[in-house]
């Protein structure tokens, strides 16, 4: 197990200097000078000059990739070139909140999403399936930018129950993980029920059921066990996508977090702190991947069989 | 009175009318084969005994079931679970698939003695490995720890035919028990099988295809074709004197080592599909001695010299 941790790990490192390679590249490539964002409307090309020296941005490209990757893998991600700090020091005040938010949508996720499923794939065919399963269509229909101001809508202004943007406390949470996770409830129920009912069509289903086994036991220990493996495969692939809705949920809650970093340094043309905040997202992805074989693998002894 | 005993029992999936009339019994402590090529409702006969026979769709139109005094047909879900395993085993046609791959194989036959005999986890441990080593298993102990994967079609099917047994049933159905595995462990799977019955006293209804594993294993024998009993008899009498024409091809074409399993080889024709079953004697398509009355006329299930057949020509 820990040798497949460490392997998993070393195949992660050319993926690692292909992800950073295009997120250097893509600032490099969208249009606009930050340069011009710093100096005054009249400042001389001399003095554009020498700003650009001093944030090593005259050098050639493969040069600033190598020097930018060299201090980013030490820890340093450079200077922000408009808030003016470092890089590292702005994804440590927000990475906290955009990982409590994500962790939170995955879990919430991934236990309504089962329980759902299970409960649609146990039913099916009937008013519970039937229900469950347009709730999930409405819910993975609805983009979840959309859904979190229908959100906060209702509950923040008509209610008034939860606030309506911010983080000060922990109710501030509440709907930006509703916003981020129904998305994510609809797609692991939607897995959950049909891999329930295809793992009930199986021989040893039929066996359990010869054997006397009582069906809510055979429905949770078994069958369900078993629907769980494309959960987990399915919840490691689209953690970017989680990652994703809550860099824009982040911007409509107003949030701090790494995606609202993301957004402003983006429009803000601050290089360094997109590129910082890219970074972290593209490791987050890798190692929630890298997270899912190793619950797969702990999960299902034949993938353990495959790994030695 | 037989432990169990079928009463002409009629089966339908759908529109399909798939078994007409099915009729035996099996007395206690009795190795009954159930014998027909692939298509002729062996499985759905197994599925009528264990009470699953809902769980893929059929229904039992007529007929009843008398499972040691008591009618099965009708009972409710919760006590036909508390004859399932415990009381009526099934040791089915394929190893490979029959057992939960990401559960140990200890677990999984632990499982049987704990719910249905009230075992606390180390007692029924304690059984299983008991029941591994019966079957002749080396290290029941790392055998027990291994999960499905790591062990081979035979040795799968002997954890199959140890679950079976796990709750001291008195009725095992093993359908096609060997159908599935390489040809030269067949004997042997099904000798181990036959002694552990035996040597419990326990009653076995043995399915399969191959006449040669009747006169290997069985007391008596029912021959199934097209959804309809053709013969049954002792297993003496009926290779002494088969009376119905089928049972006749099936001795005839008793499977040689090395042929593939599940195939008849040598019974010209093939069994009719459900949806055109011949009027009259279903057997009539690939009869030798057919005539005009076989094709208009279902032949009677009748006494002859020695047991039931169900053939409007067999001589006595
Ligand atoms: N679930 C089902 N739906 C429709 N037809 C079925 C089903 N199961 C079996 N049959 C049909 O019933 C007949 C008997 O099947 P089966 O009992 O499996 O035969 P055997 O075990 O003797 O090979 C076959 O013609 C088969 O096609
Ligand atoms: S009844 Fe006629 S067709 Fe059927 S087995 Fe007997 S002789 Fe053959
Ligand atoms: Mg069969």
């Known amino acids: 197990m820990i040798s497949f941790f460490i392997k998993r790990l070393l195949l992660l490192i050319p993926v690692f200097l292909a992800v950073s390679m295009v997120i250097f590249m893509i600032v490099h490539l969208v249009p606009g000078d930050p340069i011009d964002n710093l100096v005054q409307i009249n400042s001389t090309p001399e003095q554009k000059a020498a700003l650009a020296a001093k944030y090593g941005l005259d050098k050639p490209l493969y040069q600033q990739y190598a020097i930018w990757l060299g201090k980013a893998l030490s820890g340093d991600l450079g200077d922000a070139i408009i808030l003016r700090r470092p890089v590292v020091d702005l994804i440590a005040l927000n990475l906290p909140h955009s990982l409590a938010l994500g962790a939170l949508a995955l879990a919430f996720s991934t236990v309504v999403g089962i329980g759902a499923g299970a409960l649609a794939a146990i039913y099916k065919d009937s008013l519970i399936d039937r229900t469950t399963m347009t709730l999930i269509l409405l819910g993975s229909t609805v983009p979840g930018f959309w859904l979190g101001l229908l959100l906060i809508m209702l509950f923040a202004v008509q209610l008034g129950w939860f606030p309506v943007s911010g983080a000060r406390s922990w109710d501030a949470l509440v709907l930006p993980v509703l916003t981020v996770g129904l998305g994510g409830v609809a797609l692991v129920a939607r897995v959950t029920r049909v891999a329930m009912m295809e793992t009930a069509r199986k021989d040893f289903v039929m066996m359990l059921h010869a054997k006397g086994v009582p069906p809510w036991q055979i429905e949770l220990r078994h069958v369900l066990r078993h629907a769980l493996l494309p959960v987990v495969t399915i919840l490691s692939l689209r953690i970017g996508w989680i990652l994703g809705g809550a860099v824009t949920v982040e911007f409509v809650f107003a949030r701090p977090g790494l995606g609202s970093l993301l957004i402003t340094s983006l429009n803000q043309r601050d290089y360094p702190v997109v590129q910082g905040s890219l970074l972290m997202l593209a490791i987050a992805v890798m190692l929630g991947t890298l997270l899912g074989d190793v619950v797969q693998a702990a999960m299902d002894p034949r993938v353990r069989e495959r790994i030695k | ?316």
């Open chain 2, 1 to 316: 009175m037989a432990l169990l005993s079928v009463k002409d029992i009629s089966v339908t999936i759908g529109k399909l009318n798939l078994l007409d009339g099915v009729a035996f019994d099996i007395g206690a402590g009795e190795i009954l084969g159930l014998v027909g090529e692939s298509g002729s409702g062996k499985s759905l006969t197994a599925m009528c005994v264990m009470g699953l026979l809902p769980r893929i769709g059929g229904r039992i139109t007529e007929g009843s079931i008398i499972f040691d005094g008591r009618e099965m047909i009708g009972l409710p879900e919760v006590e036909l679970r508390h004859l399932r395993g415990k009381r009526i085993a099934l040791i089915s046609q394929n190893p490979m698939t029959s057992l939960d791959p990401i559960i140990r194989i200890g677990a999984q036959i632990d499982q049987v003695s704990t719910l249905h005999l009230g075992l606390s986890a180390e007692a029924a441990k304690a059984r299983s490995l008991d029941l591994i080593a019966q079957l002749r298993i080396p290290e029941p102990e790392a055998i027990h720890g291994a999960y499905p994967h790591q062990l081979s079609g035979g040795m799968k099917q002997r954890i199959v035919i140890a679950m079976a047994l796990a709750a001291d049933p008195d009725l095992i159905v093993a359908d096609e028990p060997t159908t599935a595995l390489d040809v030269t462990i067949q004997a042997q799977i099904i000798q181990i099988m036959v002694e552990l019955v035996r040597d419990r006293g326990l009653a076995l209804m043995l399915i399969t295809h191959d006449m040669g594993v009747v006169a290997q294993a069985c007391d008596r024998v029912v021959v199934l074709y097209a959804g309809r009993v053709a013969e049954t008899n002792t297993v003496e009498a009926i290779f002494a004197e088969p009376h119905h024409p089928y049972t006749r091809e099936l001795i005839r074409c008793i499977p040689r080592l090395g042929q593939a399993p599940g195939s008849l080889k040598g019974i010209p024709g093939a069994v009719p599909s459900v949806v055109d079953y011949p009027a009259g004697c279903r057997f009539n398509s690939r009869c030798g001695a057919a005539e005009d009355l076989c094709r208009n006329t279902v032949p009677a299930l009748e006494r002859k010299t020695s047991g039931l057949a169900a053939c409007h020509f067999s001589e006595v």
